[in-house]
Structures are given as structure tokens and as C-alpha cells.
């Protein structure tokens, strides 16, 4: 079988969530290959050899240095021709996802995004995928040859096999309606980890009482290497820029730990929480809704908590 | 202008979920359907864009005929028309084969960022495919100006500032619009506006369900006392193993 993973990349490095695709394709088993776009070292793409890719197609287009929809879909279903591709994976991003919605019309693939886990070879091509906003998963059999797969995060382990990829050089046929959209600027946090990509992640609410009390968050946050994310009211008031809002209606996120502080734990809040691993919930009112999603739980007041928190964290280091 | 809006007709973010028929089948029983939260954004923006530029605006439902409320509930928010397509929505693909069908001559195809029952995110992306259109998605922000749209893009840690000419196929989110309640005179109105409903085209589905499931019960919470939180940090490492 020939896998291609999309090696999404983000200021020319290889993202977490593209190594984790990385990582799902070497364990379905079979010939995989990694395509990146754009300016990225060599050294950044062979090591991705060390989770499995064998080659890695590297377009380095400067054009491509933009994550632009169309000109992504182009380079993609052309290296799918050219690499005789039976399975594409990507990891579900803004600009993955849309896409592999693209390709898979496209190349006329068989298409499932939100995938929890390896597809089972037992009978057909089947794959199972998270629904209702994480409330439900449903089996899906994939009947034609080709398929595309968007995983959720944490749809398969990340795991060294060694080995070192080759990289190739790929250039793909674009033409000017791929460019057709103009990326006229870019706003984004630097040096911060991101919230979709982050295995920890610590959030506030309003029990956090105002933007200028996030530090003892910030400091949590920064001691458990996490990205931070906020409640829906936070940053409806602009407390916290609105790319941290977790929830129904922002950021669904699945970390490994999920911390929530001062956050009552709506319906729509859980819905963006619900894949999380394991979820701890402090809250100075016993009665907050979240504590029954919650897996450890303490009643108390942040600004009490957060700094005890934090000093036993750095103390068991 | 013409917009089209897709607007989703799913359960209330706080329905129950069960599944019925030997788990094949949503249990829609006693369950309250909303228009899609994101569809419902699409639908707001449009309803602002109509008002600026007198434009008009079709929604769309691909849905069987249980679905015709959420459709009067958006014509009383203020859409002109509306197209019900008479087939259960089960799969991205299928739906979007049937918006594409319809979506010829729009010069802006509005829809929310996913829908919450199947959130594959991805209807947006294969009608822009469809229509060799160009696709954007999650919008937060849009403006037209003549025939070209200025678009703020959410991407991971912020947002892009994009701009495309029309026509164009978006995938909306918060905060691209307020969402609009109908009043009375809406609600009126909306009963005599024309609602066509039309079959569906025949589509090849290459994905087929075999079952849902529910994911296994949450067991309790443990609680910590404050006074203690060693002994949270040492549960996340040796119990949990998260940290």
C-alpha cells in the first residue's frame, strides 16, 4: 500500500500533528511517503524518516511559503498520480482539512475526517470518527481504492522506528487561478504553543476575574509546557484573543490534560473539551457542572490553588 | 448579489445522543433541532450583506421533510427563498454533490464551518471543488466590496487577512456576524415565501456507516482537597500518566 502524509509545516518546522500523521501511516503498515511545502531545511524533512516516512517530496515554491487552499490541493493530487498513492493521511488543521476535502473530490477518493483511530483491515477499509462534537464516534466502511483521511490529534502514538527519509525535490504544475486568493497579511502569536497541537492545555474562565490576573495562569501554563485557551464569555469580552476560545462554537481541542480554572463548564464549553484524556477541573463553587466531566477535581479559589499548583509542579521536577 | 446559504438542520448542542435500530440510526426522539450554530452565522452575515447591497438570499437544506421549520425559521430571519433537497444528509460527499448542483450562478456561497452532528468540516471545500470555485474556511470576517471579497481567516494561533474575487464558496464561524432572532413580522412573512423542494440528484456515496457508538461511560470524579495539591500532581503522573 502507498501512503502519502501531508508534512504540514509552520514557520519551516514540521508540525506535532503532521508527525503524529507521520506516525499513523508507518502503523497502518506499507510504503509511506511525506509531502512538505514551502521553505523547510533538509535536516527538518529527513528526520522524518525516524517515525516512518521512507521519502520525503519537498515542493520548495516559495509561492507555497503561504498556505494557500487551491495551489495545496494542486501539488498534492498531482504527487498522488505521480507516487501511484492508495491512501493520503493529514492531520485535521485549517489548512489541512479544507484541503483534503478538495483532493479527495478531486482524485475521486473516498474521504473521512476526525478519524480516532488505526482503520481495521478486517472487512473492507473501515475507520471510526468522532461525531456530535465528541459525544459519539460512528464506524464508516470505505469502498473505493483511493482514500483520504484527516486525523483528530492523538489518532495514532508517536513512535521512533529510526531511519533517516530521502528528500526529494517536487515540482507540481501550478497554474495562476491556484494562486488565485491573496494571503494579504498574517496575524499570529509567536513563540507559543498552539492550542490544537498542544498536549497539555490550561484554560481560564471568568472565575479568573479580568485579563490582568491570567500571570498565575500564564506561569501554570509555562511550567506544564502548555498552550492556554479560554471559556466562550472570556473571550467574548475580550479578555483572550478569540483563536484561545475552546468550545462548540471555537477550538475543539484533545490534549493528554486538559486544566480548567474558574470555568463553570457549560454544555457548549464540554463540547470543545470532550476528547480531552484526562480532565481536571478547579472551581471555587462545588456545584459547577464541570466537576462531573471532570476526572480530579478541587474546590477552591485560583488565585489559592494556582499558586500551590505550580510550586508543587517545580518541586517534583 | 445572489447568496445561497447551506444551512444544517441538527440537534441542539444539548441533546442527548443515543442511536437506535440496532445502533444505525439517531434516536431523535423528544430531541429539539436547531439551524446549524455555525449555518446560523452564515445565515446572519448574508442577512447584513442582502441589507447592504441589495443582494438576495436563497438558503438551501439537503434534509427530508421534517426539516422545513428550521428552513421557515431562516426565511423569517430574512432569506428570499428556500430549496429543500429531499434526501437524508448522511455524508459530506453526498451533500455536497447536491449543493453544487444547485449552487450554479451564486456569486456567494455561504455556509457555517461545519455542521455539529457529522463536523467533518469539509462540505465547503468539496463544493468549491465541484464548482472549480476557490474555498475558504473558518471565515471570521467578510467583506465585499464590488466583485471581491476581503475575508479574515482563522488559522492555528490567529488569522489571516485574504482576499479573493467572486464568486467564492466560505465556511463561516463567530464572530462574522451576530446571530438574528426572527421577529413576529419575520415570522409571518416567511410563511408565504416560496420553498421549493426538489429530488436529489443520484449520487454514487463511497462511504457507507456500519454502526454508531458511544464512547464508554465518564467514570467519577476524585476531589482533592485544596490543601493538598501534591497529591493531584502525583495522581496526573503515576495514575493518569498525562504528565
Known sequence: ?317 | MKILVCISHVPDTTSKISFVDNNTKFDGTGVQYIIGPYDDYALARAIELKEATQSTVTVLNVGLAETEPTLRKALAIGADDAIRVNAEPTDSFFVASQIAEHAKGFDLILMGRESIDFNSGVVHGMVGEMLGLPSFSPVMKLEISGTSAKMAVEIEGGKETVEASLPLVAGCQEPIAEWKIPNMRGIMGARTKPLKVVEPKAVEVPVKLQRFELPPPKGAVKMISPDNVGELVRLLKNEAKVL
Request: a positive charge.
Open chain 1, 1 to 317: 500500500m502507498n501512503i502519502l502524509v501531508f508534512a504540514e509545516t509552520s514557520d519551516g518546522k514540521v508540525k506535532s500533528t503532521a508527525i503524529e500523521a507521520v506516525c499513523y501511516a508507518q502503523a497502518i503498515g506499507g510504503n509511506v511517503t511525506a509531502i512538505a511545502m514551502g521553505t523547510v531545511g533538509a535536516a527538518e524533512l529527513e528526520a522524518l524518516g525516524k517515525y516512518g516516512a521512507k521519502k520525503v517530496l519537498h515542493a520548495a515554491d516559495a509561492r507555497l511559503n503561504q498556505g494557500i487552499t487551491l495551489a495545496y490541493t494542486s501539488v498534492i493530487a498531482q504527487a498522488m498520480a505521480d507516487e501511484n498513492t492508495d491512501v493520503l493521511v493529514l492531520a485535521n488543521s485549517a489548512l489541512g482539512t479544507p484541503v483534503a476535502a478538495r483532493v479527495a473530490v478531486r482524485t475521486g477518493a473516498a474521504f473521512a475526517s476526525n478519524v480516532v483511530e488505526l482503520p481495521s483491515a478486517s472487512s473492507g477499509f473501515t475507520v471510526k470518527r468522532s461525531i456530535y462534537t465528541g459525544k459519539a464516534f460512528s464506524v464508516v466502511d470505505m469502498k473505493p481504492a483511493r482514500k483520504v483521511l484527516v486525523l483528530k490529534k492523538n489518532a495514532a502514538e508517536v513512535k521512533e522506528v529510526g531511519g533517516t527519509a530521502k528528500v526529494e525535490s517536487y515540482s507540481a504544475k501550478l497554474n495562476d487561478a491556484d494562486f488565485g486568493a491573496k494571503i494579504t497579511s498574517t496575524e499570529k502569536a509567536t513563540g507559543d504553543i498552539l492550542l490544537p497541537e498542544a498536549n497539555i492545555v490550561v484554560s481560564g474562565g471568568r472565575g479568573m476575574k479580568g485579563p490582568e490576573h491570567w500571570g498565575p495562569l500564564e506561569e501554570l501554563a509555562k511550567v506544564l509546557h502548555a498552550a492556554t485557551g479560554c471559556s466562550k464569555p472570556v473571550s467574548d469580552m475580550g479578555w483572550r484573543p478569540h483563536h484561545e476560545h475552546v468550545g462548540q462554537t471555537g477550538i475543539k481541542v484533545a490534549p493528554q490534560l486538559y486544566i480548567a480554572i474558574g470555568i463553570s463548564g457549560a454544555i457548549q464549553h464540554l463540547a470543545g473539551v470532550n476528547s480531552s484524556k484526562c480532565i481536571v477541573v478547579i472551581n471555587k463553587d462545588a456545584d459547577a457542572p464541570f466537576f462531573k466531566a471532570a476526572d480530579y477535581g478541587i474546590v477552591g479559589d485560583a488565585f489559592d490553588v494556582l499558586p500551590k499548583l505550580i510550586a508543587a509542579l517545580k518541586g517534583a521536577k
